[in-house]
């Protein structure tokens, strides 16, 4: 066998692509936790766009909400931490300063949402702008609260942990690794994979399923059956703003404890290209994030630990930075390949108008 | 589900739905003013009225889509007042739209049950129930549906089939339909009139909208004419005619077909032979056209929509590459050429959908008038455009096309539908053609728009331009055309004389191709049916 | 009479949206102060603006401080501007920006001993062709593959950062000293011409905005980029090509920013260090909205932000308010602008002119609606 494989890794050029792949064989196991956990936010953020724009409404602001979501997050324990204490014995090291500040991330994404969804809605004002603003609001406001708060060294409340997976599982031949890698996480993370299961199965065979993707796709077919097509779009936006707010809570709290301007750097955008790669589907969009945050973590993964042979020395070549913008790059080559042949819902981005005022 | 129990029309019962005294005003204009109206159970009553008279707006508000001003709707004799569609679908009123409420993507099924859905539990849908009743309530008015089907990839006969199954699976006593044959041929218009009259037999009540008179006078058992949001007049058909009917739609007498003359067609200036075109999906939808237009000739196009007139118009002018075949003009080789090289030659084209093409709604008038002609002069020296130039050709044309405006300025977005097409008239007819195409020219206008239009054609025609028409309203096509081709399933498969052409037989060949028989099953877009 | 009511439906929304902001930021200003000091300092308000305007206009230094901010939000304004009369959304004018000022230090350092007359447009050039080259991308894609440039550039926008960075850390990094830095780039710098920091930019910028009106509204071309970005299948009809038209309003209006990166390195900073960057690309978006894609509302526009950014600093400073408040008040006027039709009403004006026409397209297009071919 291993001859074999030496053989393959020796044949010029195609032999990168094999060692490529080896690299990856060896190297999966031990960054599969890390591959999920940097789909993490994406995939929130693909299904909160997932749910508007099923419902007909295009959400670009969905970075600047999750950016919102992070700092209410994080500042909130700082806020509350003398208040409310670290009382733990909860699972996941949940204290209640955590839960609270947690709720409040989450209030934080309704509330932008809801302004979204009042623009966009009510106001039908164009809906790019109006994400746009958002996103430049956001930025703006974390970043002005977050210098305040800076000057006074503040003390944050710490961060959700991960479960340790007992021994058997992860001794689990050819698979266990990926158990592991779906149960050593914290809660936002787990909870992740129960959002996209149920997500799926509501989007498809409930009845609210149904009224949504009728909504999005011809409101006023909707409306002449007795939809309230307002109703519903108001009620999915602020939904999907709770999506984004763990998406955004997942980054301060638990994949770190702390806030950085500007710490979404782009997820939010990379998680509109995987529902488009993901055809505006929940389980399409949890594959597309994973297929993201991989180039996310295998180009960490390259960095830190590369691989031996031929093909170690010629990426040793590239620059650093060049791993740190491959995420970006293969976002652009996925979503111009594949984004001919994909389709969005009928009425996205059109503001909806009532037949005759009462 | 039990039918409803039949009344006999001649008991002395309260009317199924009476409506009285019904006015609704929007800003600056009274769309209803005082309508009554009056249905008996068991009766097809017909509403009559051209593009604009208030039609849709009375049944809006029968629908709980809008609110009256003033008025009253009586259902069997009771007052009700209506708070949204879902309310009046719980009290039997069902309304069949003229552009259909149904999703593309979804399932026959998904379509029917939307809004009233069939349920398992409190959360999820019950497919298979839903299925097994739509089943039976298709078999019950005589057709096969396959309710798990794409409605989306249905024709348009069948969708119409769907929405009327909508209607049913909501018990609808009474059923409103918006101008439901305007994108029929006459041989689904004749289907569709059979379960009419069996759903009137078992007691439903049909409100029949539309502005074909001689369907109008075939199917309703009275006739409520409307004219400028007032009811002008009701006749039994017995008693009446189609220029009665004419004279009280339009307030004034009508010349129901334009005098158009004899033509005389001198040197072929059209050439089309095997000409070949693929839909945006890559699908072939002209398969193989021969057609030749002379110059001083009107060439009609008769065909239910989708059988791939657009696509055919496309291919000729350029907005579309051909995938085979030879377009000539006038001998000069312009196949595939790009549209601005065409229209260099001397072709100019009406397109149907005068919003989305023929203008540029957000612009004003003047920019409009030159949108095909911008980089030429005197309206542009190089690169650099001329306004005054601009401006003076658009008041020349407003002027001279009876366009109705307060100036040049205004954006056309602002325009009533029939001074767009106006404009769009006056921008493309006012030079010499070799060639003109209309593509539903008068769509959705009123009676006087439609006259203007048609005299300017036939002037066209006589000047020696070369006309080819493509329309879904068959009379347009039988009153303009010297000749009349029909066209199914991409392909030209007949050709008749304008003048003695029959109705019924051009009816037939845009129904069915030439081949026997219709189908009851479920067929797919392109004709042919599901395996 | 009417002339005056012309231009006050023009000017009302603006206006208003500015004065609703600037009491939104009297309210931030105390409202963050209560929460993260517990005081309540209303003062400090008026601190703040007192010192945003000082720094702003006060002295001559500081009109010339906000004529050098707002001239890269002028190009940057007009790059945006651009993109949106023709349909589309140019996000990326921060990557371009970026762009163009690193192929600006690279023409330049290799320049930096030439004639001045040779050296400052050759590096003005290449700064233009990088973000020529970083709008071509999105363009090209665009108008191919139907891929929205609001993903695609937004994705440029952090390659760009990364180029930038190992650029400057890799083939531009200049020997001896310890962090990553190029060298000045000497002859190609743009001459100081006011005071102690107005460089040539500042009257180079007005004159692009006169060629932009004139090529806009005055020129064939800018017919149909103004048709393509209203009605991309009008255009079609009327023979023009969509797709060309998309590819060559992202290609002059990423040329556009990248003038805007290079006059600012060429004029402010003229050399370049890997964190090398300012949020010029995204106050440029700010600037285009606000101005209504009208070229003296740009003008306008910018030397508004122009002044802001150049008093937070002052702002900053003697008042200790963060110079971020600056992009708070930014998005307050943008939201004011979008909620115009609410603010319509409250304020019951008729006639004013709303939103943006062109707005529309872009999100037609980004669902599909609308088919660039």
């Known amino acids: 066998m291993d001859g074999i494989i030496d053989f393959a890794y020796a044949i010029p050029v195609i032999g990168f692509v094999f060692q490529f792949v080896g690299y990856i064989i060896a190297v999966l196991p031990d960054i599969a936790p890390i591959l999920l956990r940097a789909a993490v936010p994406i995939a929130f953020a693909a299904l909160c766009g997932v749910l508007c724009e099923r419902s007909g409404v295009v959400n670009i602001g969905i970075e600047g909400t999750m950016l919102t979501a992070a700092f209410v997050g994080w500042s909130s324990g700082v806020f ?89 599982v992860r001794d689990i031949p050819l698979i266990g690794w990926v158990f592991e890698a779906i149960f050593a996480q914290g809660p936002i993370a787990i909870s992740l994979i129960v959002v996209v299961i149920a997500f ?80 505006w589907t929940p389980l399409g969009a949890f594959g597309a994030a994973l297929l993201f945050a991989s180039s996310l973590g295998i180009g960490q993964s390259i960095k830190i630990v590369p691989p031996t042979g031929e093909l170690g020395v010629f990426l040793g070549t590239l620059p650093g930075q060049f791993f740190d913008a491959l995420p970006y790059v293969v976002t652009i080559v996925v979503l111009a390949g594949l984004i001919g042949r994909s389709i969005p819902p009928a009425a996205d981005g059109q503001p909806y108008e009532r037949e005759a005022a009462s | 589900m039990e039918p409803p129990t039949v009344e006999a029309p001649t008991a002395v019962h309260a009317p199924a ?83 259909f409420m149904l999703v593309p993507v979804l399932s026959v099924a998904e379509n029917i049950v939307l809004g009233e859905e069939t349920m398992a539990g409190p959360v999820f849908l019950d497919r298979k129930e839903a299925d097994r009743r739509i089943i039976e309530l298709g078999r019950r008015f005589g057709f096969e549906v396959d309710p798990e089907a794409k409605v989306g990839s249905l024709s348009v006969g069948w969708q119409q089939r769907v929405e009327i199954l909508k209607a049913l699976y909501r018990e609808a006593r009474i059923l409103v339909l918006d101008e439901p044959t305007a994108v029929l041929t006459p041989q689904e218009t004749e289907e569709i009139f059979a379960v009419l009259r069996r759903l009137a037999a078992e007691g439903h009540s049909i409100v029949f909208i539309s502005h074909k008179l001689y369907e109008v006078l075939e199917i309703a058992d009275r006739i409520t004419v409307i004219r400028r949001g007032r009811v002008v007049g009701q006749r039994l058909p017995a008693e009446t005619n189609e220029d009665d009917l004419a004279e009280l739609m339009v307030g004034r007498e ?95 084209y009406v397109p149907a959908d005068r919003h989305r093409f023929g203008l540029v709604l957000s612009f004003p008038l003047t920019d409009n008038m030159v949108l095909t002609s911008y980089y030429q002069s005197p309206y542009a020296r190089g690169i650099l455009r001329d306004d005054a130039a601009i401006r003076a050709l658009a008041d020349e044309r407003i002027e001279q096309f009876d366009v109705r405006t307060p100036s040049a300025d205004v954006r056309a977005g602002t325009l009533s539908g029939g001074n767009q097409q106006k404009v769009i008239v006056a921008r493309e007819f006012a030079r010499d053609l070799q060639l003109l195409i209309l593509d539903q020219p008068t769509r959705g206008l009123d009676v006087g728009s439609i006259e203007f239009i048609h005299r300017q054609a036939i002037a066209k025609r006589d000047a020696g331009t070369a006309i080819l028409l493509v329309s879904a309203e068959l009379d347009e096509v039988l009153e303009l055309s010297d000749r009349v ?7 030209i498969v007949g050709e008749v004389d304008g003048r003695s052409a029959n109705k019924n037989e051009v009816g037939l060949l845009m129904a069915t191709g030439g081949r026997e028989g219709g189908d009851a099953r479920t067929p797919d877009a392109s004709g042919g049916t599901a395996a | ?329 930014q998005a307050t006027i943008l939201f004011f602008l979008v909620a115009s039709p609410v603010i319509q009403r409250v304020f019951r004006l008729r006639g004013a002119q709303a939103g943006l026409d062109e707005a529309s397209t872009f999100t037609r297009t980004y669902s599909g609606d609308a088919a660039i071919r």
Not at chain 2, 289 to 298: M, N, P, T
Not at chain 2, 485 to 491: L, T
Not at chain 3, 83 to 103: D, E, P, S, T, V
């Open chain 1, 80 to 168: 509350l931490l003398p208040v409310i204490g670290t009382a733990t014995g909860l699972p996941f090291g949940a204290t209640p300063v955590l839960l609270v500040s947690l709720a409040l991330a989450l209030g934080a994404g309704l509330l932008v949402s809801l302004l979204h969804a009042w623009l966009s809605i009510s106001v039908k004002a164009d809906q790019i702008i109006s994400g746009t603003i958002i996103n430049i609001a956001a930025l703006g406001i974390t970043g002005y609260l977050n210098t305040l708060l800076a000057r006074s060294s503040p003390v944050g409340a710490g961060a959700f942990a991960r479960i340790d997976t007992p021994d058997f």
């Open chain 1, 200 to 279: 799926q199965v509501l989007l498809f065979r409930s009845r609210w399923g149904l009224r949504t993707r009728a909504v999005g796709e011809h409101p006023r077919a909707a409306e002449t059956v007795g939809v309230n097509v307002i109703r519903m779009r108001y009620r999915n936006v602020l939904v999907a703003g709770l999506l984004a707010g763990l998406g955004g809570a997942f980054l301060s709290m638990e994949a770190t404890a702390s806030f950085q301007p500007g710490m979404t750097a782009g997820r939010g955008f990379i998680g509109l290209a995987a529902m488009i790669v993901g055809r």
């Open chain 2, 17 to 99: 739905l009476e409506m009285r005294g019904i006015t609704k005003r929007y800003p600056g204009v009274v769309a209803n003013d005082q309508i009554d109206l009056e249905v008996r159970p068991g009766e097809i009553h017909a509403l009559l009225g051209e593009n604009g008279a208030g039609k849709t707006t009375l049944m809006n508000v029968l629908y709980g889509l809008a609110r009256p001003d003033e008025g009253q709707i009586l259902l069997d004799g009771e007052e009700v007042h209506l708070t949204g569609p879902s309310d009046a679908i719980h009290r039997g009123i069902s309304m069949v739209h003229q552009h």
């Open chain 2, 254 to 348: 009508v010349n129901l077909t334009v005098d158009r003359g004899e033509s005389s067609p001198g040197e072929t200036v059209l050439k089309i032979e095997g000409l070949r075109v693929n839909d945006d999906r890559g699908h072939e939808v002209v398969r193989g056209v021969d057609l030749q237009i002379r110059a001083g000739e009107i060439l009609g196009i008769a065909g239910v929509a989708g059988n791939g007139q657009d696509e055919l118009v496309e291919g000729l002018i350029g907005l579309r590459r051909p995938a085979g075949g030879r377009v000539t003009l006038n001998g000069k080789d312009i196949t595939g050429k790009p549209v601005r090289s065409v229209y260099g030659e001397g072709v100019a």
């Open chain 2, 485 to 491: 081709a029909v066209m199914y399933g991409g392909r």
């Open chain 3, 1 to 329: 009479m009417a002339l005056a009511r012309r231009a006050w439906a023009i000017v009302a929304l603006p206006l208003i949206a500015i004065i609703l902001s600037i009491i939104t930021g009297i309210i931030v200003i105390v409202a963050s102060e209560l929460l993260v000091r517990q005081q309540f300092n209303p003062g400090l308000a008026i601190d703040a603006y007192v010192a945003l305007i000082t720094g702003s206009i006060g002295t001559e230094a500081a009109i010339i401080n906000t004529l050098v901010s707002a001239t890269p939000l002028l190009l940057g304004g007009l790059s945006v501007g651009l993109a949106f009369k023709a349909g589309l959304f140019n996000i990326g004018a921060q990557g371009q920006f970026l762009i163009g000022a690193l192929a600006a230090v690279a023409a330049g350092i290799q320049l930096r001993e030439s004639p001045v007359i040779v050296a400052i447009p050759l590096t003005l050039l290449a700064g233009m062709i990088g973000g020529a080259v970083w709008g071509f991308i999105p363009g090209l894609l665009k108008a191919t593959s139907g891929a929205h440039e609001v993903v695609t550039t937004i994705m440029l926008n952090f390659v760009a950062i990364a180029t930038l960075a190992a650029m400057v850390a890799g083939p531009l990094d200049s020997p001896g000293s310890a962090s990553p830095i190029t060298r000045d780039v000497g002859n190609a710098s743009l001459p100081i011409i006011f005071g102690r920091n107005g460089h040539a930019g500042i009257l180079i910028a007005p004159l692009i905005a006169v060629l932009y009106g004139f090529l806009m509204f005055r020129t064939t071309r800018g017919f149909e980029i103004r048709v393509a970005g209203a009605n991309p299948d009008a255009a079609r009809y009327a023979g023009m090509s969509p797709r060309r038209l998309v590819i060559w309003s992202m290609t002059v209006a990423g040329m556009l920013a990248g003038m805007a990166g290079a006059t600012e390195l060429m004029g402010v900073t003229r050399h370049m260090t890997a964190s090398y960057g300012t949020t010029v690309g995204f106050d440029a978006i700010a600037v285009a909205l606000l101005g209504r894609t009208n070229p003296l509302g740009i003008v306008l526009a910018a030397l508004l932000f122009g002044a802001m950014r150049s008093g937070s600093a002052a702002m900053q400073i003697q008042a200790g308010v963060p110079a971020e408040l600056v992009g708070v008040l």
